[in-house]
Structure formats: structure tokens, C-alpha cells
């Protein structure tokens, strides 16, 4: 493959960082590490640390390619915004608009109200969702229509809360296949990748660039076999540290004399524009995370993380800077480092930044009151019945609250258990159970069921999640709705 960029940039108000990093990539047990970092339209410095492949000997760097995880957000909404320029989709239309014959189906609210925007900024409905595919396993991804009668259920009212959801990101790279008639990889390839000069990017990993791939590792140090899911544009796309410190350049308005001008200035700007809330004064535009204060600036990010991933990618719009930290195994490194070379740069970020260390350090110092315990409000107590819709069957659910704050519950004929680890705060129940979900999806790895329902008057309802138990391999979070009535 061609390599352009043969030689390290090398910077030497880095080197405090660089010690940093060959000494945490030995405390870590993490295998390497990849950093960039530009201002002003120039690279400052980009470097691999430790080994891309421990078997083979092959050594990190800036140009190896990394899992991205959930970094693939912001360059899937950047191929939708391609669309979106041409007059081909229409953010604030249905997303249901722009499907084939499965739909999102609306359980509480309007599924018209669910829109291209509303999917994009996490605020549409959907609730958690991630569901992984071994290939040394046999289950294979289903085709995005069978994903979608499954899983595709708005189990808030569209526009009602922010919830991350990865399956909206596989949706929205269904449809750009669907509209630009290419496959999604070969659109992101052709319409992305190609004129931003992303030679080292790709949708998973070809053969082409398999020599490149930095393999990801399980915390038991050993590689992870080769995984899929049913959300690619949440999670599918591989990029080297180059490559992606001159995509953040790109959402910077850097514009670099090789690269296209894929999108205009005004697209970007909306894309970071943040249109549903987190919290803190933190939202979420189409494809960023905005944060209103970070250390006291606004920034535009994303990470990334899941098995034998973890990612950063931050811009300072206002100091034209990008810093991207990437690693092949679950680690905290490349939070850390990307903190520390902010605080290289921005020398208020670091004042910020050891004032709010000290504080957090004087906090947990002082007795910490212990957490309160459950108690019903009045209109929990009693019992609620009603069922949980899977896309096998509905099975039967009751719960009694106790006045003692116990929390009965029984699934099906399954036998009684309990509701543990309970929250109720702004009318919403949160807990974890046991039970038996009932279908293939959920029943290939142990799980747990938790509740995320909202109290709407005499109505219980949300979604109960199977969260797979920790484990050698990735798990899952499948969400299916669920409703409850008060009796009597």
C-alpha cells in the first residue's frame, strides 16, 4: 500500500507523555498504543507505542489500524450528511420513511415523531441495544429487516429522553445502502474515506489491509477472535491514528489542500450542534458528543470502547485542535493519555484539571453517606401486572411492592425472585433480576434482566434488558417492551 508519511512526526514537548505511556502500557498490561495530535491544520505528532500483533511481533504505529467501536458514530453521520447535501434524506422526516417493509414500531408515542435527527441524536426511542457474533461461533448477523421486527421498538415517546443506541447507527447505515444503492462500506469507502485521503479506514478489515490490523485483545491477554454485529455504523469502521486525526481536522474546517470538501462548513457546524440533552449542559448533535465545559472548553468527542477496544477522539473547535488516543485491548489508556496531552496543550485545561483532581481527592476524604434504600413511593405499592413482547411470544409479568421496599416479581411460570439493585428517581424504575427472557438471542450467553420503566400514572412501561453476565467472551444487551397495569 502506498505510505506517504514514512516518518514519525516527532515532537519533543510530547516527551513527558511518551514516558507516560511506555510506563502505563507496562502497568496496564495493554498491549499498544497509537496518539495524534494536530492544531492549526499541521500534524504535531503521531506514534505507535508497544505491539499491534504480541504473536507475530509486529509493532504499533500511527498508520496500524485500530477497532474504532463507537468512534464510527461520527463517521457514519458524515456519510448521512453526505446524503442529507444532496437532497436524498431529510433529517427531520420519519426514519420509517426511508425503510423497507420492517418499521419501528411505536409502544408509547408516535413512531411518525421518531426521525432521521431523532435517531441520530440518541433521542428517538430506542433503547440500549448491542448484540456481537464470534466467527468462530455459530450464530450469524440477521439481515437489518429481521434486526429491525426484533429489536426496532420505541420504548419512550421519540424526543422524550436521551439514550444511547447502537442499534440506531445500524439502521442508519442501512439506510444509506438503501438510498445511495451501494453496500455501506463501499459508500463509506467511495464518498469518505477516498476523497478525505483516509488511505488506512476501512468498513471492518479486507484483505487488502489485513497486515495493518492492530488485533484486539481479551483481558485475559490473549487475541479476541474476529467479531460482527447487527449495528456496523455504530461500531464496524477501523482507522489508524493518522487517518483519524485528519478526519477530526476535516470536522475542524481544516481544509487540507488533499482532501475533498466533502461536506460544507454549515454541515459541520450543524452536525455539532447539540440537539438532545445529556446532562451537565452536555448534549448530543448528529454523530458528536458536545460538552458545553471540558475544563473549561467546549469540546466535540467521541470514544469508543467494547472487547479489545478502546478509543478517543477530542476536538477544541475554538484552539483548532485534535487529539486521538487508540488502543487494542479494553483499557482506561487512552482517556488518560488524551487528558494529558490536552493539558500538554492548553495549559487552562490543565489548571482546570488539577483543581478538579484535588477536589475529587478532598471529597473522598469525607464521610460518604451511604446510599439510600428503596423505599415505594405510595402509587408503587400494590400490584401491577401486564407482559413482556418479545419477538417469540408475550410473556406474562407481575410485580408486588412491598411496603417494606421488597420487590417481588415473577416472569412467565417462572418462580417468584427478586427485584435488586433498585433506583426510582424522576418517575423512573431501575432494578436487576432473574429470569428466563425466552429466546435464542438472549439464551447464548448467561444473563440478567434489568428494568428501565417510566411511571405514567396507573402504566408501567419501558424496557426490561438481558445483559449478559461477564464472561470470556463479549456479551449482549437485548431490550424488548414491556408494560405494566396497577391492580385494584
Known sequence: MKNKDKTK???????????????????LSTPSLAVAVAQNGKILWEEGFGWADRENRVPANEHTLYSLASISKPITATGLMILKERGKID??????????????????????EATVRGVANHSSGLPLHYHFFHEDEPYQRPPMDETIRRYGNLVTAPGEKYQYANLGYGILDYVISR???KSYPAFMREEVFLPLDMTHTSVNIGPRLKKYQAVRYGSDGLPIPFYDFDHPGASAVFSSAHDLVRFGMFHLKAHLPDQK???????????????????????????????????????????????????????????????????????????????????????????NRALSETQKEQEKGQ??????SF??????????????????????????????????????DQLKTLLNDMSFK???????????????????????????LKLRGQVLNGAITAISLPGPRLGNALSHWVELKKQG
Open 91 to 112: 433529517l427531520d422526516r420519519p426514519i420509517n420513511d426511508y425503510l423497507g417493509d420492517a418499521k419501528l414500531k411505536a409502544w408509547v408515542g408516535n413512531s411518525g
Open 426 to 452: 424522576d418517575g423512573c424504575l431501575g432494578g436487576r433480576m432473574m429470569g428466563d427472557i425466552g429466546t435464542e438471542d438472549a439464551n447464548r450467553r448467561p444473563y440478567h434482566l434489568h428494568t428501565a
Open 261 to 351: 470538501a466533502i461536506l460544507s462548513d454549515e454541515t459541520i457546524d450543524e452536525m455539532q450542534q447539540p440537539t438532545a440533552d445529556i446532562s451537565n449542559g452536555n448534549g448530543y448533535g448528529i454523530g458528536w458528543r458536545i460538552n458545553s465545559n471540558e475544563m473549561g472548553y467546549r469540546s466535540i468527542r467521541h470514544s469508543g470502547g467494547m472487547g479489545g477496544v478502546s478509543t478517543v477522539l477530542v476536538l477544541v473547535p475554538s484552539e483548532k485542535l485534535a487529539v486521538v488516543a487508540l488502543t487494542n485491548s479494553s483499557s482506561p489508556l487512552p482517556d488518560q493519555i488524551s487528558k494529558e496531552i490536552l493539558s500538554v496543550m492548553l495549559p487552562e485545561y490543565a489548571r
Open 367 to 372: 464521610s460518604q453517606e451511604p446510599a439510600p
Open 9 to 27: 512526526t516527532h515532537n519533543d514537548q510530547f516527551n513527558c507523555v511518551r514516558d507516560l505511556i511506555r510506563a502505563k502500557l507496562v502497568e
Open 375 to 412: 423505599e415505594p413511593t405510595p402509587e408503587l405499592i400494590g400490584k401491577w401486572s401486564g407482559s413482556v413482547h418479545t419477538y417469540k411470544r408475550d410473556i406474562p409479568l407481575t410485580f408486588w411492592f412491598k411496603e417494606s421496599g421488597d420487590v417481588h416479581v415473577q416472569l412467565g
Open 179 to 181: 438510498l445511495s444503492g
